[in-house]
């Protein structure tokens, strides 16, 4: 498999911080593709909308990464609920790089 699309999932105000701005980082050093939908332009659109953009993006994600705050926010909550739906590889913040590694790795297989 090429470039696994790893999903972020969670409250949105939690993106930018130094933490997660590191975690891209990380995810694309060893090549994945980091889908964020909150870096993506969805103004002027509906709620309704905004979510089936985001239900069509995991669904060609392999892998969701949940971020702490995820029951904070009832788009991420829907989000986590469209993944496990589909049986997308589901990591939970904070995961080590070699969990990372693990599971990407097992993509491949």
Known sequence: ??????????????IETPEIIKL????KALKCAVIVPSDMSHQGISWTDKLDNRVQ??????VI????NWKESIMARIELTVAMDLRLHTLFH??????????????DN
Not at 1 to 14: R, V
């Open 57 to 62: 993006l995991i669904k060609n994600s392999q």
């Open 24 to 27: 891209k980082k990380r995810l």
């Open 65 to 68: 990464y949940v971020l702490p």
């Open 1 to 14: 498999m090429s470039n696994p699309k790893i999903y972020i999932c969670g409250n949105e105000q939690y």
């Open 94 to 107: 904070p995961i080590s790089n070699k969990e990372i590694k693990e599971i990407i790795t097992s993509l």
